[in-house]
């Protein structure tokens, strides 16, 4: 018999996977997309930019919802409205409804769904939550490997208006049937907790958010990049129409990529639990720098291509179980919805950078060098802040808010 926190697991995985294909096959679509409408890469990617973008800046408002709608019924709406927008954007007929259908209604949808989930699973295993934020973004991270290849040969035969169409409904059907089975965990569970925390007006207010919030954006900045962009680079360096193993080297990377994506979020989330959040923030990202530098010089190898896109993703996907986990030990789970959506916004600020201002740049220089030099100096950067910056810094404000918290002075830590 399944323990009901691990049932509520696999539906909140299943809700992921469901919802992930909008922003991780985006770069299949591109070419013909490009095509049909007759624009430029950074034209085009500022329709990522509005996917990634309202899916974190809606995130804090979909976070104060959730205090008022049961964590079910707002999960199943971002689900519907995720495959109606790939359903609308197979209507569109101009950049501008491409812009509204896929970007800025797959944004509030794939964020309502995205914020759910994590901060259910959350509350469903309170001891460990980086392993449950992990686990949860996994299914986000690997959820497109089950579409990479079906979409990829829908493409050639069916053109990209029909493939939009099929699988918005797919992900509609498929996600609304694993969201029934969510429901939040009550007071006769074995592993509810009393919320206790701060409100996200008083987190916000403080350095050690901020901190955090320009470590993420960072971060978000080079693992969308490659995101977006993954076709482009593929046929710059020659490599988009080559065959590793008998396989097309562009699906097949996307398909190791989504894996990768989806193993490291657990995993680096279960080693935070062990060793410590900001060391381990240090490993992934420096590991995401050496492996972008690696790719860099090798990536005009099909074997290598594929294999070293997986090892970025890697050090890079991790990022969603890390933060939130480390974001809800400072804060408490008071506001852990909302507190994590203000926080996810760094996301949107990293798809600007790395989706149409990374396209620009490439285009102006007309290499990828400049691109790649600025996401890899990004993550040594982000991984120094961990442990010079980020680590001193959390500590002082749990010496305070334990100070606090004795003398009755300032705003302890309080259940709602």
Known sequence: MIEPRWRQMIAGLACMAAISSPQ???????????TEFGVSAAALQ???????????LFSPVQGWIARHVPSRSLIMAGIVLTG????????????????????????IGTGTVYVGVV????????????MAAGAAAAGYGMGAMLTTFPISHMLAGSGWRGTMTAFGALIAVAGIMAAWFLRTPDASEDIAENASGYPTSVAVKTPVFWVMFFMMATMATSGLMVTS??????SDFKVAHLTVAGMAALPLAMTLDRVANGVTRPLFGWISDLMGRERTMALA???EAVALSCWLALAHHPVAFVLLSGVVFLGWGEIFSLFPATLTDIFGTRDAARNYGMLYIAQGV?????GPLAAWLHQASDTWFPVFACAIGGDLLTALLAIALLRPMRRRFARRRDAQAVSGVGLPMRPA
């Open 84 to 107: 109606l927008s790939w359903v609308a954007a197979a209507q569109a007929h101009s950049l501008t409804m491409l812009y509204l259908t896929y970007g800025v209604a797959g944004g």
């Open 285 to 287: 990202f420096t590991l």
């Open 24 to 34: 991780y096959v985006w770069t299949l679509f591109t070419p013909m997309l490009r």
């Open 46 to 56: 500022v329709t990522f930019s509005l996917l990634i973008i309202l899916q974190t």
């Open 350 to 354: 990293g798809a600007v950078l790395g």
């Open 229 to 234: 962009q993954l076709a482009q680079i593929a």
């Open 119 to 130: 901060s259910l699973l959350m509350q469903w295993f309170p001891q460990r939550r980086g």
